[in-house]
T-cell receptor, first 115, second 113 residues
Framework: DVKVTQSSRYLVKRTGEKVFLECVQD?????MFWYRQDPGLGLRLIYF???????EKGDIPEGYSVSREKKERFSLILESASTNQTSMYLC??????????????FGDGTRLSIL | DQQVKQNSPSLSVQEGRISILNCDYT??????FLWYKKYPAEGPTFLIS?????DKNEDGRFTVFLNKSAKHLSLHIVPSQPGDSAVYFC????????????FGQGTILTVHP
């Protein structure tokens, strides 16, 4: 079974802090994704990566950056946290680069609160 | 611009009856559609998908129907069970090779015993 692990289930940080959210998958998947989920808005794509050191902006990249130094790990960075970044953050992965029709496998999410 | 829309924020049904969740999309490049189920404090889990070359796909109690001309898909759950109570998201992809998904807003399904 695919395992996508997010390092923290709950996180509380202060405005202006630099925040790191970590995601690890154990199935050698090529593609990894970061979303945020907000009530009434569904899941919105922040960034994704299709290979080590490769990244692409999603629909709402402002205020975020990402890092993928190893294939299994994809980090989301909030450079200077703000209260409007309080949200549920979800990481996902898919196995094969170049194929669109495959479901994404999700981690359990990190509930981030910025005070 | 919401390319995938779930216009019903919530749905309530009786155990044993049919649940029908609806989803509309606007982007004609989408060619693969999925439904995910999400419990509180858990990540979404994949339920069922359909390719645009089909109009129906079944998996046990779950059936997804696709009407390409109307740009509409629906998820039927028969019979509904209390354990089906969750948030259901539809999602779509297509036009890119990276499997990016565009999600709807979600529908909260409550199945009453």
């Amino acid at each position: 079974d695919v395992k996508v692990t997010q390092s923290s289930r709950y996180l509380v940080k202060r405005t202006g802090e630099k925040v790191f959210l970590e995601c690890v998958q154990d199935m050698d998947h090529e593609n990894m994704f970061w979303y945020r989920q907000d009530p009434g808005l569904g899941l919105r794509l922040i960034y994704f990566s299709y290979d080590v050191k490769m990244k692409e902006k999603g629909d709402i990249p402002e205020g975020y950056s990402v890092s993928r130094e190893k294939k299994e790990r994809f980090s989301l960075i909030l450079e200077s946290a703000s209260t409007n970044q309080t949200s549920m953050y979800l990481c996902a992965s898919t196995p094969v680069q170049g194929i669109s029709n495959q479901p994404q496998h999700f981690g359990d999410g990190t509930r981030l609160s910025i005070l | 611009d919401q390319q995938v829309k779930q216009n019903s924020p919530s749905l309530s049904v009786q155990e044993g009856r049919i649940s029908i969740l609806n989803c509309d999309y606007t982007n004609s490049m989408f060619d693969y559609f999925l439904w995910y189920k999400k419990y509180p404090a858990e990540g979404p889990t994949f339920l069922i998908s359909i390719s645009s070359i089909k109009d129906k796909n079944e998996d046990g109690r779950f059936t997804v129907f696709l009407n390409k001309s109307a740009k509409h898909l629906s998820l039927h759950i028969v019979p509904s069970q209390p354990g089906d109570s969750a948030v259901y998201f539809c999602a779509a992809s297509g036009g890119t090779s990276y499997g990016k998904l565009t999600f709807g807003q979600g529908t909260i399904l409550t199945v009453h015993p």
